[in-house]
Nanobody, 126 residues
């Protein structure tokens, strides 16, 4: 009954922008810490950005800090990842995930997620 569906991926030029969406059903997103992860071919999944369930605190990986922004729309039950100044290193399949209630965004992005979406592909090309 818990489901996460990512959307918004596609082709973007270097330096361009893209906004990813993670829509939840079967539960209320703002009760859980939620995050964005990515995985490129041959690489392990890495935490990109996560947001807490209580105070809205956020965490960003060093490689995306200052370029990406995570946000939550409680009315739409959706979490977003705004990607700006995209580089070729940002190309990957992006997943959203939910962690146990009460954990910090830092802990979630370190790999504590328990429920995952199916992912959306981000391709960076000129």
């Amino acid at each position: 009954q818990l489901q996460l569906v990512e959307s918004g991926g596609g082709l973007v030029q270097p330096g361009g922008s893209l906004r990813l969406s993670c829509a939840a059903s079967g539960f209320t997103l703002d009760h859980f810490p939620t995050g964005w992860f990515r995985q490129a071919p041959g690489k392990e999944r890495e935490g990109v950005s996560c947001i807490g369930s209580s105070d809205g605190s956020t965490y960003y990986a060093d490689l995306v800090k200052g370029r990406f922004t995570i946000s939550r729309d409680n009315v739409k039950n959706t979490v977003y990842l705004q990607m700006n100044s995209v580089t070729a290193d940002d190309a990957a399949v992006y997943y959203c995930a939910v962690g146990p209630p009460g954990i910090t965004p830092q802990t979630l992005c370190a790999g504590a997620a328990g429920s995952w979406g199916q992912g959306t592909q981000v391709t960076v090309s000129s």
